[in-house]
Structure formats: C-alpha cells, structure tokens
C-alpha cells in the first residue's frame, strides 16, 4: 500500500497558521496572567502572615447546585430582551411604579434616582432625578459611595410616595410632587431590642399591613460596597428590621441571618432572601416563626417581588457551581484571599460567570416561565383565598 501525500492550499496554510498563532497567543496570556497570580501571592505572603484579618472566616456548605435540566434549563431569553437607556444610567437597583404616572423610578449606582417615562405612548426617557444628599461630585466609585448614598430597596405608598432603603445614609421617604426628601432614620440608629448593634448596610424594604416597615440589613459588619467581604466569611451578620413611622422605633425582627437581601410582605408573613444561604424563607410576623419556602436556589437571590399574578419573582445575578462549595470548604484561603486582593476584584470575580434560567410551571399550583441571563427565578404562587404564598 503506497502512501498517498495530503495536498493543502496555500489559503487553508494561512488559516492554518492564524490558528496555531491565535492558540500560542492565548497560551502565553493565560501564561502571565499566572505568573502575574503567583507573584503577587509570593510578594503578599509577608502581608498575610502579619496584617489583621479582614475577615473572621468559618467553613460551611450549601445544598448541591441543582440539575439544569427540565424546569432549570438553561435558556438566553432575556439575554434577547431590549434594552432601554443604554449607557445613560448607571447600576440601577429595584424598581417601583407610580401608582398615577405609570412611571419607574429607580435607584442609581450614583446616589441618584430617577423617574424613567416607559409608557407604551411615551418616549423612553429620564423625566428627572431626585438626590438624598447635597453633594455634586457622585460618579459611583469605590469612594464617593459612602457620602453620597447607594439606594437600593424602593417602595411607592398607596399616596406615592417613594420610600427609599439606602445603603449608607438609612431609610428615606421622598414626597415626589414636592420633590421633598424625609430621613425616617439613619445609619447608625439604635435598634430597641438589640442595642449592641446600631442600623448600617440597608438594604431592601416592603410595608406591613399594620404600617410598620420592614427593612432588609445585609450585614452590621461590611458596607455594600464591600459586600463581598460578608459573603466571604459567611457568618449570620444580618436581620430583619421594622420601623414604626409613627413613634419612630426601630425593632429586630429577626436576626443572625446570612445576607439578607430582598423583602416581600404578604399578610402577616415576610418572605426575605436570604443571599449567604442560596434560599427563600418567610417569617410569621405574629409568632416570628421561621419556614423555609425555598432552598438550595441554582444561584444566589438578589431582591424578590410579587407580581400581578401572585407570583414571587426572585432574580438570581450569579448562580453557584462547584468552584463556590470548593471554597465554601477552605476559610483560610477566602482569608488569605481578602488580603491579595480588593473587594473590588474579589466582586469582579465572583459575578464574572453568569448563567441563564428558565423556570417553567409543572402544574398549576407552581411556577410558570420566567426566563433570564441574570436568571429570574418564580419559586411560589399565592392562594388568592388566603393570600398566603404556597410554595414550600
């Protein structure tokens, strides 16, 4: 049998050579960039073995990440959605709509929130914009966040008026006809029934049908904008609050929680997620008992809302997968990492792998389809007798 030499064309040469040269340049990238890594652990380990700890970090593990298949597959539904006000505002957290305008009004990354025109005869666009704070040099970053706020949970009252859990500067209610902007209270207010622990990083909010507030505290030890830090050392630094308006208290109602994020009042109940712990819970506001609704979520719950069809709507901004329960198991080395890098890095890389969920009903008493690429989850209906959620 003779052998037979393989002709190639001078074209698919260069495609040849394009590939091998694409495939060397890529190898010596990710070539630096561990050299760059190692480096900088070596010339930190001085560093680590003398500074104070950032963090107190203890082991821990979740459910397993949940199969993507069937209800959980993984879909780009909302990665195909329009995008309105491309590049003109910045981070925007929660949204609420006038109960008049129809209008959204959102909280910015720079301390501002906006009112945002969406009807189906409007033009898209920013009407205008209210600030909790005086000051003018607000761009977002790392070090004007403190003084000039980051709203987060917003609430329209019955009257339209904007109520505001901000991050830094506390709980606000905006008059918005007048423009007119309330402290309720601050951080660093006293807490009636845990006085060891004054107010810090708010987060969402909701009313309860008594008119008390209910306010989610991710964390008494980390500001939001390093959150990253009180995930990392995962331990029950946050709570529930209620804020009675009318003899201004502020109440526990309930504490040692991971990361409390979103809140949604229903009756006498307040679901809440629960970010550090990957689950949905609820709490009886009369007995202040505690019942998991939903755990061992495939990502990591952000705020929750009710929709009109009685559905809990639970967006899900980074999704877990084996590399969390890795480190999950290692405190040191979420130690040691807390010391090599910034909370700015360590939030790059803990958000840079983003998935797409579809959740689809299996029947009539469960969730119907809601899509995403920073997945939104529908993890319970409501019973419109007892207007109760029924998902557990």
């Not at 959204?104 to 600030?131: H, M, N, Q």
């Not at 607000?138 to 987060?152: A, F, H, K, M, N």
């Not at 309720?184 to 009313?207: A, I, K, M």
């Not at 504490?255 to 009042?265: E, R, S, T």
Request: glycine share 8%.
């Amino acid at each position: 049998m003779s052998n037979k030499t393989k002709s190639t064309s001078p074209s698919s040469k260069k495609i040849d050579k394009e590939n091998r040269l694409e495939a060397k340049t890529l190898l010596s990238t990710k070539a630096v960039l561990l050299s760059l890594l190692f480096s900088l652990i070596f010339a930190s380990a001085g560093t680590y073995l003398f500074a104070k700890p950032l963090i107190d970090p203890v082991a821990y593990s979740l459910p397993e990440v949940p199969v993507f298949e069937g209800g959980l597959k993984r879909n780009e539904k909302l990665g195909k959605a329009e995008k309105l006000l491309l590049d003109q505002i910045y981070g925007p957290e929660s949204l609420a709509i006038h109960p008049i305008t129809g209008h959204l009004w959102a909280g910015l990354k720079t301390g501002l929130i906006c009112e945002i025109a969406i009807g189906f005869d409007e033009k898209v666009e920013i009407k205008r914009a209210v600030s909790l704070t005086n000051f003018t040099d607000c761009d977002g970053s790392y070090s004007t966040q403190p003084r000039c706020g980051r709203p987060l949970g917003l609430r329209m009252t019955p009257k339209g008026e904007l109520l505001v859990a901000d991050a830094y500067l506390g709980l606000y209610i905006i008059d918005l006809d007048k423009e007119k902007v309330s402290k309720l209270f601050g951080s660093g207010s006293e807490v009636g029934n845990d006085l060891t622990r004054p107010t810090r990083y708010l987060n969402d909010l909701d009313v309860l049908p008594d008119g008390r507030i209910v306010v989610s505290e991710s964390s008494h030890r980390f500001d939001d904008r390093d959150f990253i830090l009180d995930l990392f050392e995962h331990r029950p630094n946050g709570r529930l609050l209620t804020f009675k308006p009318q003899i201004g208290e502020i109440r526990a109602l309930k504490k040692d929680l991971y990361f409390p994020n979103g809140v949604q009042a229903i009756g006498d109940y307040v679901y809440y997620s629960e970010m550090g712990m990957a689950r949905i819970q609820k709490i009886n506001c009369k007995n202040l008992e505690v019942t998991t609704v939903v755990d061992g979520l495939p990502g990591y719950p952000d705020n929750i809302r009710l929709d009109p069809l009685g559905q809990l709507l639970v967006p899900i901004p980074t999704m877990r997968d084996n590399f969390d329960a890795w480190l999950a198991e290692r405190p040191k080395l979420r130690g040691f990492l807390t010391k090599v890098l910034s909370p700015r890095m360590l939030t790059f890389i803990a958000v840079v792998d983003v998935l797409a969920v579809d959740v689809e009903a299996v029947d009539d008493e469960e969730a119907v389809d809601v899509d995403a690429v920073d997945a939104v989850l529908v993890v319970a209906v409501v019973d419109e007798q007892s207007e109760q959620l029924d998902g557990q």
